[in-house]
Nanobody, 125 residues
Framework: QLQVVESGGDLVQPGGSLRLSCAAS????????VGWFRQAPGKEREGVSC???????RIYADSVKGRFTISRANAKTVYLQMNSLKPEDTAVYYC???????????????????WGQGTQVTVSS
């Protein structure tokens, strides 16, 4: 059974750091991509970053470039390291996974089939 579970959300002060974890289980090979998305109250879900499990190719949204880093850990875990956090980064963060034959990934929600339940990140003093 394919399952995606994210964790690590918390309350953090502006300028602080946080690391989110995403565990994607049930995939029998590394031919898939993992994406991170976020949704703030009253706003649409937006793509933050993604990584192709096999190739390691990754993409970042302009709003997080230079501050966030996505990485592969063990066979099923992907991290999102978030530094220099801003109040506008406050949102529910979702991890998602999708089968992917190509060595790339996308950061649009429609490109992903399997979603986690979300984890709250609040940046506030």
């Amino acid at each position: 059974q394919l399952q995606v579970v994210e964790s690590g959300g918390d309350l953090v002060q502006p300028g602080g750091s946080l690391r989110l974890s995403c565990a994607a289980s049930g995939f029998t090979s590394d031919s898939y991509a993992v994406g991170w998305f976020r949704q703030a109250p009253g706003k649409e879900r937006e793509g933050v970053s993604c990584i192709n499990r096999r190739s390691g190719n990754r993409i970042y949204a302009d709003s997080v470039k230079g501050r966030f880093t996505i990485s592969r850990a063990n066979a099923k875990t992907v991290y999102l390291q978030m530094n220099s956090l801003k109040p506008e980064d406050t949102a529910v963060y979702y991890c998602a996974a999708a089968f992917r034959d190509q060595d790339t990934c996308v950061i649009r929600p429609s490109g992903y089939r399997f979603w986690g339940q979300g984890t709250q990140v609040t940046v506030s003093s």
